[in-house]
């Protein structure tokens, strides 16, 4: 692995002790641009995965570090015949047609038992995007271009595992691109930069379509034949606050609408959590625990969702990290 490495950059090597390596974090961006100190890679619309081996059994944690093996055991299969040390960072997605779907991939997400897992029906792939650790070496503070190296060249790439693909300098056409095919956008990342855990603007991303996690605060009752709730009440926090941002009454079918209002009845509260004043009347409220993401147009004036839809629940992000990004 070494002959991988310039002789320049070898004094950047560490040890590797094992520990928990948190990943880092895309900064949302309006800028669109082409830079050759750049890379520029497909945003997919999936779940961010860490996964480690330690000498054992391969091993899956989300971004909050939260085992999430029993959801995906197919790619812990994968992920035995690779190298006996290493963490890798990727995402798992599910496709339906030609485009990653997060609602797809909500039959995966919550799953407690792999063999309801493997019975779903709904395929997963890991695409890996970067190496922080192989065999007994911490390679963080390399920078990106060669982690990328490291990580073609020490891994074999079989389903479902996928290497994901990159480009350099031309962002602004790839961009192009990538809405054309209906991708969700782009994350762009600085070539030279080492692997810094933690949200930073080495790593920036390019969205095609507005697209966020929401904390949801609360739900209106269902009117009609509609079963479940009407729609949720969602907010961001800013400052130690939960701050409104509308309510999302569509992108929901009839077992969601069941399930979520079960969840949010067990998270019932007299009180609303938001900061604001909330225009809807007949309002239910509910601890703020439970993050949605949620698909929308624009932000209008007032600072309220366009248009918003609900993707699905995350429980790869705590609700107290939910900011607005736009």
């Known amino acids: 692995m070494l002959d991988l490495v310039d002789a320049g950059l070898r004094?950047?090597?560490r040890r590797w002790t094992g520990d928990w390596l948190a990943p880092a974090l895309?900064?949302?961006?309006?800028?669109?641009?082409?830079?050759?100190?750049?890379?520029?890679e497909r945003k997919l619309d999936g779940v961010r995965v860490v996964a480690a081996r330690t000498g054992g059994a391969p091993v899956l944690w989300s971004r909050n570090h939260n085992r999430v093996d029993t959801a995906y055991p197919e790619l812990l299969?994968?992920?035995?015949?690779?190298?006996?040390?290493?963490?890798v960072d990727g995402e798992v997605v599910a496709f339906d047609g030609g485009r990653t779907s997060f609602a797809r991939l909500q039959h995966r997400m919550h799953v407690s038992?792999?063999?309801?897992?493997?019975?779903?029906?709904?395929?997963?792939?890991?695409?890996?995007?970067?190496?922080?650790a192989i065999g007994d070496v911490d390679v963080t503070r390399l920078p990106l271009r060669i982690r990328k190296r490291l990580l073609a060249e020490c891994f074999e790439f079989a389903e479902p595992l996928r290497l994901t693909e990159h480009r350099r300098g031309d962002g602004e056409e790839f961009y192009r691109q990538a809405c054309a095919r209906g991708w969700e956008g782009l994350i762009a990342k600085r070539a030279d930069r080492p692997y810094r855990s933690g949200r930073t603007r080495d790593w920036l991303k390019l969205p095609c379509t507005s697209q966020q996690e929401f904390v949801v605060g609360g739900?209106?009752?269902?009117?009609g034949s509609r079963s479940g709730f009407g729609a949720l009440l969602v907010g961001y926090f800013e400052q130690?606050?939960?701050?409104?941002?509308?309510?999302?009454?569509?992108?929901?079918?009839e077992a969601t609408l069941r399930e979520l209002r079960g969840r949010?009845?067990?998270l019932a509260r007299r009180e609303p959590p938001f900061a604001d004043r909330i225009p809807e009347r007949e309002a239910r409220w509910a601890e703020p625990e439970l993050v949605a993401e949620v698909g929308f147009?624009?932000?209008t004036a007032d600072g309220r969702l366009r248009h918003p839809r609900f993707l699905g629940l995350r429980n790869d992000k705590a609700a107290s990290e939910v900011v607005r990004e736009g």
């Not at 895309?26 to 890379?39: C, G, I």
């Not at 299969?77 to 963490?87: C, H, I, M």
């Open 297 to 299: 147009t624009e932000w």
């Open 240 to 253: 130690g606050e939960l701050r409104y941002a509308g309510k999302v009454g569509t992108g929901y079918d």
């Open 219 to 223: 739900f209106t009752e269902p009117k």
């Open 11 to 13: 004094p950047l090597l």
């Open 264 to 266: 949010l009845d067990a």
């Open 113 to 132: 038992d792999p063999r309801a897992a493997r019975r779903s029906g709904v395929a997963v792939h890991y695409y890996l995007f970067d190496l922080m």
């Open 77 to 87: 299969d994968a992920l035995r015949s690779q190298p006996d040390r290493f963490v």
């Open 26 to 40: 895309a900064t949302r961006t309006a800028t669109r641009f082409s830079d050759p100190d750049w890379l520029f």
